[in-house]
């Protein structure tokens, strides 16, 4: 059973920093791409980045490309997002997502991703 735990989440004032963390089980970590999706209240899940099996290949969304990392560590089975100059439009719930299949490399669908975390809540104050 595929498991995806989130943490790092908390609350920063604006343009500071957070690293979020999230440790997945229940398969071979390094075969699958990973990806972060972030739902605001009252608001539709957004994604944010994905990154592919190796790390070498990401992807993200217009809002946060530049302030925001996505990188992995299959050693660790840890996918990490590295945010800076946090905004409060930054303010949401973040989901790590990973997809069923192989053959989804990166995406920003959520569609694609079949498993997900139970979140962590990320709080950006003006």
């Known amino acids: 059973q595929v498991q995806l735990v989130e943490s790092g989440g908390g609350l920063v004032q604006a343009g500071g920093s957070l690293r979020l963390s999230c440790v997945a089980s229940?398969?071979?970590?390094?075969?699958?791409?990973m990806a972060w999706f972030r739902q605001a209240p009252g608001k539709e899940r957004e994604f944010v980045a994905s990154?592919?099996?190796?790390?070498?290949?990401?992807v993200y969304a217009d809002s946060v490309k530049g302030r925001f990392t996505i990188s992995r560590d299959n050693a660790k089975n840890t996918v990490y997002l590295q945010m800076n100059s946090l905004k409060p439009e930054d303010t949401a719930v973040y989901y790590c997502?990973?997809?069923?299949?192989?053959?989804?490399?990166?995406?920003?669908?959520?569609?694609?991703?079949?498993?997900w975390g139970q979140g962590t809540q990320v709080t950006v104050s003006s």
């Open positions: 229940g398969r071979t970590f390094s075969n699958y791409a």
């Open positions: 997502a990973t997809p069923r299949d192989t053959r989804v490399t990166i995406s920003r669908l959520s569609s694609q991703y079949g498993y």
């Open positions: 990154v592919n099996w190796s790390g070498g290949n990401t």
